[in-house]
């Protein structure tokens, strides 16, 4: 405990590198003053995702602050779906989004794109500071899990979460998650499904509804399927990937036409995280 109220202080950023990508500089210049006086000494800049893409092609960055809005060009979350694919961001990496709006649309865009975490403007240097230490210690803990994941080895992901479901850490639920996507990418489709209906009949929560719905389209159930979207979509109205899983169904079905309606459905809630118009 002593230790982590030391690392709290003023050397919580100390030897880390860190990226902001932002287009105000003032905004840019605000940020840096918070950073260093948390002990940061190694702070680059990128007013756009294209230069920020170049910049972490060259370095290994520690932690990056990466604005949602970028004016033209990329946009944060498709500057961290392009560090993902490229492999340009290391498991033990940490991705934080920024955003001047605290809007249900733009909050839901920054849950479903899943960094790290999110920043709404304007932010305290304690909540920064807190913020950076919850992930630090997720990541610290789940080293193994993250390295898996980056190396896309969905059977050790499997192995280690298992692990770790059964320490009851403080991370069971994440651990499920992960569990079950990587059980659907080795299609042990039976096994997914127990551990979904085991959670399901606890809370109807939004992640578990949707990987249900995904593991009776794989079981050719799009009856089931289309009840489950439909159901996290009740719980939520923003949730994209379920009106996505819900066209595919119908295209499985058959009823292009309403496949069609439901990925224009999906356009429009991806086109809200965007402008961040409700």
């Known amino acids: 405990v002593l230790g982590d109220v030391v690392w709290m202080n003023n050397k919580t950023l100390e030897s880390q590198r860190i990226l902001i990508v932002d287009d105000q500089r003032a905004f840019q210049l605000m940020f840096k003053g918070i950073l260093y006086s948390m002990g940061a000494t190694n702070v680059a800049f990128a007013p756009t995702g294209e230069q920020a893409l170049a910049k972490c092609a060259n370095v290994n960055y520690d932690i990056l602050f990466v604005d949602y809005h970028l004016g033209v060009g990329k946009n944060g979350k498709q500057l961290l779906e392009d560090l993902r694919e490229k492999k340009l961001l290391g498991p033990h990496s940490i991705f934080m ?4 709006e605290n809007t249900v649309p733009m909050v839901m865009s920054a849950v479903e794109l899943e960094p790290d975490d999110y920043l709404v403007k304007p932010f305290s240097q304690n909540v920064l500071r807190s913020r950076i230490q919850r992930i630090k210690r997720k990541k610290t803990q789940l080293a193994a899990v993250y390295q898996a994941l980056f190396d896309e080895q969905a059977e ?4 280690l979460c298992q692990q770790k479901i059964g320490t009851e850490g403080r991370y069971q639920q994440f651990c499920k998650r992960v569990l079950v996507e990587n059980l659907i990418k080795l299609n042990q489709l039976a096994e997914a499904e127990h551990i979904l209906q085991e959670t399901l009949s606890q809370r109807r ?39 996505d899983i819900q066209a595919q169904n119908y295209r499985a079905m058959g009823e292009t036409y309403k496949a069609f309606s439901f990925f224009q ?14």
């Open 265 to 278: 459905a999906e356009d429009g809630i991806r086109d809200l995280y965007v402008t961040g118009v409700q």
């Open 205 to 243: 929560s939004g992640w578990a509804l949707l990987l249900q719905a995904k593991v009776c389209y794989r079981q050719n159930r799009f009856e089931d399927s289309m009840a489950l979207c439909q159901e996290a979509i009740e719980n939520n109205r923003y949730f994209a990937e379920a009106y």
């Open 97 to 100: 989004l920024v955003t001047g």
């Open 156 to 159: 050790q992901v499997v192995t």
